[in-house]
């Protein structure tokens, strides 16, 4: 009789197993701590809720060791053998969340992009050790986006510097550069913004003006950076966007779309990690109601819920605990993603 599954995800499933529904739901959740917010608003939600990430989000510019505070504190109020993803923004240039004493100032992407693949792993590497030092174990990075119209009228990545500045097959390769480099440190990269924000002209954190892609299609070069990163670089994270495309799933955004994510994601490219939400609160799905939000992204084969306004955490966590208590097939989705999670968490020797 053979023993126990003892790979991570087969201890991943026992452990699933053994939770109630409602502490599955909170691991498909990861809710916002920004500067100058006291951690112990999120006790209750990380110690009742079973919330499992925490997004440290917004300009921490005080060092290393005042995030590394607040995640001590934060990782005090989870359960003892189920410790938190702690995720941030780090790509370099306009967004770098963490700065600071302890905290190099990283270059823009397009900076990034410059130098050799060698090269940005090392610096990435480095990167990754100081975000480690801080208690940070994921890098919401790197941006895989390429820009195929004219940067400055590419609202989200463009005209910010986010993307390598290069062709796909040069985005695709730095970016498992810089997967590589935060995997050394110990740090898991989630790649963005799934299947690319370099054609349209809105930032869909703000609008949804200017959000739909016409051009982007399954087998063309700009989803084949991140298909190519994720057959090569296994990350440990894919981010969906919260544009629509029209030639992919013209009904849904990406987040929301089960021909992504379950469809050529996981079915396409096999892919098993963690598939996570762009930030839920954002601008551009501000027609949907809060409660549908983590349900949408569950249906369609997404993971977890990253979430960049507080007051969302709860509608969230109700909604998808609502439809798993009502739906044995929704229930069975729950599972799978808590599923990924922990396996991931097991990976990281969080769990």
Known sequence: M????????????????????????????????????????????????????????????TGAASVRSAVDQLQGYAAAGDKLLVAT???????QHLSGPGFDQMPSAVEQGSISEDQLQQSASTWGSQL???GINVDLAPVLDTVTVDRASN???????????????????????FVQG????NVASAIK??????????????????????????????IDAFDTAIRQAHPAMVMMALATYQAIDPDNPAAFSSTMIDGHIRHDLSYNGVVISDSLSAAALGGYSPADLGVRLVEAGGDLACVGAADYVEPILDGLSARADADPSFAAKVTQAATRVMTLKITMGLA
């Open 89 to 95: 923004d780090q790509e370099g240039g306009y967004v």
């Open 193 to 222: 913004h799934y299947p690319g924000l370099g054609s349209v002209s809105g930032n869909t954190d703000f609008t949804t003006d200017g959000i739909r892609d016409t051009t982007t299609t399954l087998d063309g070069p700009e």
């Open 155 to 177: 609202a989200p990545i463009g005209a910010l510097s986010r993307d390598f500045g290069l062709d796909s097959t040069g985005n695709a390769r730095h970016g498992m550069a």
């Open 132 to 134: 480690a030092a801080a």
């Open 2 to 61: 053979p023993g126990p599954d003892l790979s991570p995800a087969g201890k991943a499933r026992r452990m699933v197993q053994a939770m109630d529904m409602h502490t599955r739901v909170g691991q498909l959740v990861m809710a916002p701590l920004t500067p100058g917010t006291d951690p112990s608003s999120l006790a209750s939600l990380i110690a009742d809720r079973h919330v499992g990430s925490v997004l440290i989000l917004g300009d921490w510019d």
């Open 182 to 185: 935060m995997r050394d440190a």
